[in-house]
């Protein structure tokens, strides 16, 4: 048996503010259309930013911008669009439940997005072989993935924290070290990463201002899952 704090998944109804919706309202036109929305403005967010993947050295900003869309837009928008049937929890047993339990784990998905966030951001913190075993990989794929993984702890379809205040402190202390990462870009007085050292980029302006740009747009991108964090503590206060 599971745990009341983190078992089965939580059902659509239990996104705050949708507590008193019947379930017909979940399947109204409306409703799906909103999923058609999301879903299309996500695949839209991430072939925008695959885009901006396509020279890294041309702008650090830019690049960052792209993996932030990858990692903190376009999720939110593809797990808004899930389909009903997934939406009431039923997700299959067996192999495909199995699966799905360690997908949506909250501990494991949001340790991935923590050491991937870290480990791109500040790859001087880990050995030199991982962090170039790391840049080799397809990281757009990785922070898209990881983003999917971390935001489904807090959406309607695939929430699987019950109480309130846990899922709003998973998505603090998720957001945390992009936080710290986005200031430190900003205040550092050199440049941390050594491939922009003697690049000019795109917008013509030297690479140090590059990065202060890069950790301005990290930074902004990480009040989305913030402003969810406190939606979700405010809402289990409503509830006691």
Same mark, same amino acid.
């Given at each position: ?26 399947? /109204? ?31 650090? /900003? ?34 495909? &439940? ?18 991937? /966030? ?45 109480? &309130? ?76």
């Amino acid at each position: 048996m599971k745990s009341d704090t983190i078992g089965g998944l939580v059902r659509g109804t239990d996104w705050p503010g949708a507590a008193g919706l019947p379930p017909r309202r979940l399947l /109204s036109p409306r409703i799906c259309t909103l999923r058609v929305l999301a879903a299309v403005s996500g695949t839209l967010v991430v072939a925008v930013a695959a885009l901006g993947l396509r020279d890294p050295l041309a702008s650090m /900003s830019t690049y960052t911008a792209a993996l932030m869309a990858l990692n903190q837009i376009a999720p939110p928008l593809l797990l808004l669009a899930l389909p009903g049937t997934i939406r009431a929890g039923r997700l299959g047993r067996g192999k495909l &439940g199995a699966l799905t339990d360690l997908l949506l784990d909250p501990w494991a998905a949001t340790t991935l997005f923590i050491g991937l /966030s870290i480990a791109v951001s500040l790859p001087g913190v880990f050995d030199p072989s991982v962090a170039n075993a790391l840049y080799a990989a397809p990281l757009g794929v990785l922070e898209l993935v990881s983003g999917l993984l971390f935001w489904a702890q807090f959406m309607p379809a695939t929430r699987s924290i019950r109480p &309130g205040w846990l899922a709003s402190a998973v998505a603090w202390i998720g957001a945390m070290p992009m936080t710290v990462v986005a200031v430190v870009w900003m205040l550092s007085p050199g440049v941390l990463y050594t491939p922009y050292l003697n690049v000019i980029c795109r917008w013509n302006v030297p690479p140090l201002v590059d990065q202060r740009w890069a950790g301005f747009l990290m930074l902004v991108a990480g009040v989305p899952v913030q402003l969810v964090g406190v939606w979700l503590l405010l809402d289990s206060g409503r509830d006691r």
